[in-house]
């Protein structure tokens, strides 16, 4: 082996001049900033996440999101599911492997045989276990509380699936085609429900919010939860509703009444 | 008396043999993965329910045992037990190769794992995943320095230093495994900060099981002599092991059947979820626990080593089956058993809601998840022919004369050696 020491300490001409106490301080510099720089992104962003849900932080002007009222949903009807697979170019086929970004579902209470049905998608959470756990930063929260995954960055660990309460999250598991320009998808990536987010910045709404008011049921309102005078708002302060897993504090943005 | 390290000679047909076995399979692994990416992951078992598989199986056993491989050299370099000093050099081989192995499976099981470099690029703090790239590169980075400490003469006075450091490493490390599933509130079979913990133990006994099957394999095929004092110290350490991870095992069990909430999961677990109960008793507690601890706690006959080496080899090739039971009941169970969306409500839907999920692996996941162990097993085979990591002797007389704490003519002290 060759003595480091011996080839390094001629070439130190900068500041320190040849003093070996020089070099070790440029080292211990250089290896102090790199700590720095490895553990900065890390304390930022647990700096902001402080700063934004602390008791400080402003509240968001804008957060999407949505009531559900199982009452008025109709066990059979499908067309908010129907609406979201065409509109996104999803398969209708729900095989094991296939992505459903919403689908419904029924529960029954078997003591006493109460029974509903109603629609589950990404429920947009504010504290989203997909998003805490993605390594990547791939899947993200939007300022407007929409919960999104970056196809460019996603490595298809799958540990959102993992880590999802709501199974909200697919793995696309086959070569996608006819894809629509809007819904870009990749093979080897996780997604879900985007809230129809092209839609909504258009002011139009969700393809599944507008095709349960087409089939005239009315069991799905969309809208900013953070304005006092949108529609949505106006209900939730009117009825009783609930989240799904409310116990685990993730502050889903879709709300259900009568479950 | 020092003891001699020497590189293997590496010219038998039985080493080749060996090399173009494991590098055949490991080619095979890089050719699974290549279909796996060209026609997406339906070809696998693994699908939106039982979203991690086989190569995560053994991915999370090899990783969890890399940590453990270390033991030998700490027990050596930070608690100063120097029997296991000439041991120590393999013990962190083994380290860096199992978790080569185990990141292998991980990385070639992704998704896309050519926009790997992303999880460099941009971190995300909040996740676990994140961290343990972080503590698996640091990792290999730390144990590359404490070998070649190890090895190098005029830095043998600071291998202390940077043994410790990898202790404590190896610690944080196992603990970050551990997590990926313990801070999963999702799930009901995860969601326990026992599990970090439980990890640590566990991984002590994975390590030393594959520490112990390595080193007799090797040390028969190179002729190479192993004295009783060794063997039995090794027997005593693997025993504790055991004991202490069907110890934390319990704790993880009792936990969750005393909380109601998760009763649903410790009778899927344990009763009556399909494959996992049989496997729980039969494989994890019963050929992972109840055998191993019976054969090292049973009493050697004095000086046969021969006995002695059949004993620990049949006990760690039980403690690694029992382990690899255990790791696929946690992860494979833990996915198999309906997420919990409605608490005491039956579900049902499209999506396969309140359904326990069924899995069988199919060829391209397994032939990836048995290239990992071979990556395992071509790197160490590679790297003893080329660097002096085996020692020529574990006789007694070697490895009490490097200047263990001996019982001056105990049990096993004095008899005559058998090659092994």
Known sequence: MSDGSQTMEPRDEEGGGHEPDALRRKLLKLAGAAVALTLAPGVTVLARDLVVKGSGGRKAPVRYGLL???????????????????????SHDPGPDNAQWIRKVTITNPKT???????????????????????????FRRPDGIVLVDKHRCIGCRYCLMACPYKARSFVARNVSDQKPWAPRGKGTAEGCTMCVERVEAGKLPACVAACERAGHKGMVFGNLHDPKSAIAKRLSEVAT????????????????GI | M?????????????????????????????????YMRAQGHHVTGMNNQIVWGLPHVFAVFLIVAASGALNVASIASVFGRSLYKPLARLSGLLAVALLIGGLWNLVLDLGRPGHLLAAVLYPNFR???AWNIYLYTGFLVIVGFYLWFMMERRLNPHTH???????LWRLVLTTGTGSIFGFLAARSAYDSAVLAPLFIVTSFAFGLAIFALVLLAGFKALGRPVG??????????????????LYFVAVYHLTNLYMAGHRGVESFMLVTGGVFPPLFWGGQIFVGGVIPL???????PQGDVGALARTLAFAACAVVAGGLAQIYVLIIGGQSYPLQMFPGLVVKSSFYDGVVHNYVPHWPETVLALSGVAVVALIVLIAVRLLPFLPESLEDHVVSAHGARTQASGAEGGEPLVRT
């Open chain 2, 2 to 34: 020092k003891v001699a390290y020497r590189e293997i000679e590496g010219r038998s047909a039985g080493y080749w043999f060996a090399v173009i076995v494991c590098g055949l399979v490991a080619a095979a692994g890089v050719g699974s993965a290549l």
């Open chain 1, 68 to 90: 559900i009222d199982a009452n008025a949903c109709k066990t059979g009807c499908d067309a908010c599911v129907r609406a979201c697979q065409d509109y996104n170019g999803l």
């Open chain 2, 228 to 245: 009783a004092r060794l063997l039995a110290r090794l027997k005593s350490l693997l025993a504790v092991f055991v004991a202490a991870v």
């Open chain 2, 127 to 129: 996740s676990i995943f």
């Open chain 1, 242 to 257: 609930t989240t799904i897993r409310a116990d685990l504090g993730l502050g889903p943005s879709v709300h259900y009444r």
């Open chain 2, 161 to 167: 230093s940077v043994g410790v450091l990898a202790f």
């Open chain 2, 294 to 300: 019976l054969l090292l706690l049973r009493r050697a």
């Open chain 1, 113 to 139: 045989g109460f029974s509903r049905s109603f629609p589950v998608m990404c429920q947009h959470c504010e504290n989203a276990a997909c998003v805490d756990v993605c390594p990547t930063g791939a899947s």
